[in-house]
C-alpha cells in the first residue's frame, strides 16, 4: 500500500503544470516566518555547501533529456525536484549508494562525511526505502533489556557483529539475505519493525553507504547503537552527535555489552538521547518544508552553475524562488 501511494503521488505530480508548481512555491516561501526561514537557510546551504559559481560539461544532460534510466524511485524523486526548471539547464546526478565525491558539483542521495565533500550535492532520493518512520508507544523502560539486528551480513562490519555476538543471550542478531557456502552464515528469519521495536536496544550498521534503519529507529523509544558514522544523506548524519542522539559503540562492537548495561542501569539518560533523537527526526517529518527545502538546493545548484544570474524570465517556479531567496 504505501509503494501504491508513492507511485500514484509522483504520477499525478508529474502532471502539475509549471503555474501551479511556482503558485504553491510562492506561497510556501512568502508565509515563512523568519525563524523558519533560517532554519531552512542552514539546511539547504548544508546540502549544498558550494558558494562559488562553477561550469558543467557540455556532455551534461539537460532537464529537458532527463530520462528513466535508473531505478524508478530515483527518477521519480528527482524529477518532482527539478521539473519546474528551465527544460535546457545541465546537472550532474548519480544515482545509487554513492560513497566517493564527484569530480564536478553532482546531485547525489549520499556522500562520505568526513573531507571535502562540496561536489556532493545532496537531495531526498529513494525516499520510500530510506524515510520511514514509526509510532513506538513502548517506553524505553519497559522493553527487553536486549540489542537486535536483521540485515544483510555479507559486509565486513556486519560479519564481524555475528561473528562476535552472534551468540551472545543478551543479543538477537542475524543476517535475512540469501545463505552462501559459508558454514556459518547466521541467516535467521526476518523479524518486523513493530516487532524489533521491544527492544531496547537497536543496531544500526552502515551498508554500503547508510544504515537504512538508523532513522526508524530515532523516532522511537528505542536506543539506535552504531559505530561511528562514515556516510550522510538528507537525513545529516554527519550533524549527528555521538551519544546525544545515538549511542556509539567501537567499530569492533567490543564495548557494545558495556553500553547497554550502562543504559539498563541508567535509563534517565537513555531517555534523554531517545527524546534528542525524536526532536531531530521531526524536522523532517514537515512535508512542505521537506519539499520546499529540495527546490531551494535546487535552485541554488542551477544559479550557482550559471554564474549566479539564472534567467527568470518564461520560468515562473524560477521567479518565485528568486523573490524570497534566503540570502
Known amino acids: ?90 546537472f550532474n546526478f548519480i544515482h545509487g549508494d554513492v560513497t566517493d565525491v564527484p569530480a564536478t558539483p553532482t546531485f547525489v542521495k549520499s556522500r562520505p562525511i568526513n573531507g571535502d565533500n562540496r561536489n556532493s550535492v545532496l537531495l531526498k532520493l529513494n525516499e520510500i526505502r530510506h524515510y520511514r518512520f514509526v509510532k513506538d508507544n513502548l517506553e524505553f523502560r519497559h522493553k527487553k533489556n536486549m540489542a537486535v539486528w536483521r540485515g544483510s551480513g555479507f559486509r565486513p562490519n556486519r560479519r564481524a557483529l555475528l561473528d562476535k555476538l552472534y551468540y551472545h543471550e543478551r543479543c538477537d542478531l542475524g543476517r535475512t539475505d540469501k545463505e552462501d557456502d559459508d558454514q556459518l552464515a547466521y541467516v535467521v528469519p526476518k523479524i518486523s519493525i513493530e516487532d524489533q521495536l521491544n527492544f531496547k536496544f537497536i543496531l544500526s550498521l552502515e551498508g554500503k553507504d547508510v544504515a537504512t534503519n538508523l532513522k526508524w529507529i530515532m523516532s522511537s523509544n528505542s536506543l539506535a547503537v552504531s559505530p561511528k558514522l562514515n556516510y550522510e544523506t538528507w537525513f545529516m548524519e554527519g550533524k549527528l552527535i555521538p551519544n546525544v542522539h545515538y549511542v556509539q559503540i567501537k567499530d569492533d562492537f567490543s564495548d557494545l555489552i558495556e553500553k547497554m548495561d550502562y543504559y539498563h542501569s541508567h535509563p534517565e539518560e537513555a531517555e534523554r538521547i531517545i527524546k534528542n533523537a525524536n526532536q531531530w527526526v521531526e524536522q523532517f517529518q514537515n512535508p512542505y518544508e521537506e519539499r520546499l527545502l529540495s527546490y531551494l538546493v535546487a535552485y541554488k545548484y542551477f544559479n550557482l552553475s550559471k554564474g549566479g544570474h539564472l534567467p527568470q524570465r518564461d520560468h515562473p517556479l524560477i521567479a518565485s524562488i528568486a523573490k524570497y531567496v534566503l540570502k
Do not use: W
Not at 509503494?3 to 501551479?20: D, E, F, G, V
Open 1 to 90: 500500500m504505501r509503494k501504491l501511494k508513492y507511485y500514484l503521488t509522483n504520477a499525478l505530480y508529474s502532471m502539475i503544470p509549471q503555474s501551479m508548481l511556482s503558485y504553491y512555491v510562492d506561497k510556501q516561501l512568502k508565509s515563512l516566518p523568519e525563524a523558519t526561514r533560517n532554519r531552512l537557510q542552514e539546511r539547504v546551504d548544508y546540502y549544498i555547501k558550494i558558494h562559488a559559481a562553477f561550469s558543467l560539461s557540455q556532455q551534461s544532460p539537460k532537464i529537458g533529456q532527463f530520462k528513466k534510466e535508473c531505478g524508478s524511485t530515483y527518477f521519480f524523486d528527482l524529477l518532482k525536484v527539478i521539473k519546474g526548471f528551465d527544460r535546457d539547464l545541465q
